[in-house]
């Protein structure tokens, strides 16, 4: 299958100076989150898991594009004169390891964040049952992505990227991952506005809401996935654009883990407080009202640590 668009090194180079814009803001955000999580904080009461996540898109992120600085320093300098066809034709050979290297690094960074939806999805629901499909999709993803990139690094045959005996492995691995996304940050989002209304009719004030974090979970999954629909339709028009754009990928899921977190932050730097009746959550989640002495109550906590630990883990793929 023959590729069109831009030419392979005017791709690489273009990709490579958007995802180093792209990190830096992941960089800076990083920082962001780590402060939002440790300001204040007692070193036990830290939310170890989340920075163990964030730790590591930030690692990954960074592996990336220092393996793309190489790959294009190699192309465009090192086997400039040497490499059969120049650095159109090194560009587009997607046996080199440097290839191999940045998607294995692209598929890692895919699962750590859709993992992340999911386990988001499942701890705020608090049903197993409600995280089966997702994860079925999680599975999809992973044979998907590892079958393209195993197919990639032993192609002895081919040097496309769009060749037929990739095309519907990469197909898979794309939907899969968009589907995974929008269905676990969708029911997440639900889930936290149906409390949210419920809890509404019990509030005596309107001065505490989780709409804010509704908001950013949707913001963030429209981010990522927006991204992964344009790397979907170029690829389907075997555009050579699908290289950037993919490469743009790699920071853009740390921005949309990291701008979850950092809106929680605002949140409780804010004290979202109000004066609401107790209320009791049940095993399945209902509410039940008793007529008790107003009590002040953190609004985004009042599902306990396990549901305020689901919505920390934000990254929307």
């Keep these: 299958m023959a590729s069109s668009g831009i030419p392979f090194d005017t791709a690489a180079l273009m990709s490579v100076v958007l995802e180093g814009i792209l990190y830096g803001f992941s960089l800076l955000m990083f920082v962001g989150t780590i402060w939002s ?21 930030l690692l990954l992120s960074t592996a990336h594009i220092v393996v793309s600085i190489i790959r294009v320093e190699d192309g465009l300098v090192k086997y400039r004169d040497t490499y ?13 390891e440097t290839y191999t290297i940045k998607h294995a690094l692209y598929l890692l960074q895919t699962l750590l964040a859709d993992g992340i939806v999911i386990y988001r999805c499942y701890v705020v629901w608090r049903s197993i049952r409600v995280a089966i499909l997702p994860g079925i999709l999680w599975c999809s993803v992973a044979a998907t992505g590892a079958t393209a990139v195993y197919g990639v690094s032993h192609s002895a045959s081919t040097t496309s990227i769009f060749a037929k005996d990739l095309v519907s492995w990469i197909m898979a691995f794309f939907v899969s991952t968009i589907a995974a ?32 974090i509704v908001r950013v979970l949707m913001d963030a999954a429209v981010l990522y996935s927006m991204a992964l629909i344009a790397v979907l339709i170029c690829f389907l028009c075997s ?25 929680i932050a605002i949140n409780r730097r804010h004290n979202y407080l109000s004066t609401v009746e107790t209320t009791v959550i049940m095993e399945q989640g209902d509410l039940q009202t008793y007529p008790m002495k107003p009590v002040e109550v953190h609004v985004p906590r009042f599902t306990g640590s396990d549901s305020t630990s689901a919505y920390e883990m934000g990254n929307e793929h």
Excluded: C
């Design 181 to 212: 996304n929008v269905l676990g940050s969708g029911l997440t989002a639900y889930r936290i506005w149906a409390i949210e209304r419920n809890i509404a009719t019990v509030r005596a004030s309107t001065k505490g809401t989780m709409m804010p």
């Design 37 to 57: 999580l440790t300001y204040k904080q007692h070193v036990r009461n830290i939310n170890r898991p989340i920075v163990i996540v964030a730790i590591l898109l």
């Design 239 to 263: 555009n050579n654009g699908e290289y950037v754009i993919v490469d743009m990928a790699m920071p853009i899921i740390s921005i949309a883990f990291y701008m979850v977190l950092i809106r």
């Design 84 to 96: 059969p066809g120049g650095p159109i034709a090194f560009f587009a050979d997607i046996t080199q």
